[in-house]
């Protein structure tokens, strides 16, 4: 691994926390989901409500996710150094694929049985929890496929 790679896999686990906020913002948008306190549906209101995660936001409840998304890509970039890998990249597309459908599932089971409707007040402040570990476990998955994380020759799988 050359030095502008270890730089690059370096500066990509920090701007992961921006892009993932920001994507989550979106992504509330266009879920439609109201901002959170004042209630408005415009873009910047939900962006504005979703995206940050410095305490006293909504978007706090993104801290646990981001977290583990960030020690997966620093994982990913300490194994790529060592000569020996402890998990291969296989081994963590397939946990990641894993958490994915796991968390997914538990979204279902949970919004079926402990909520009675889906737009009470509860629903809506429990899911917004399931679409960052969602969102952020599925940007950590398309993450593993660039070029930092692969050794010169080896197989895209």
Known sequence: MGRMSRISSCVLIVLFVPISSLAAGVLAYFMRLSAPG???????????????????????????????????????AVSQRSRKPVVTMFQIRVILLVLIALLTILVKVFTVVAV?????????????????????????FLLTFLPIYRKRGAPLI
């Open 38 to 76: 004042t209630g408005g549906n415009g873009f910047w209101d939900v962006l504005r409500g979703y995206a940050p995660f410095w305490p006293g936001t909504f978007g706090v409840r993104h801290l646990p996710s981001l977290a583990v998304s960030v020690a997966i890509l620093w994982l990913l």
């Open 116 to 140: 009675v409707t889906p737009m009470e007040p509860a629903a809506k402040g429990v899911t917004p929890l399931f679409v960052y570990a969602d969102l952020d476990l599925c940007l950590v």
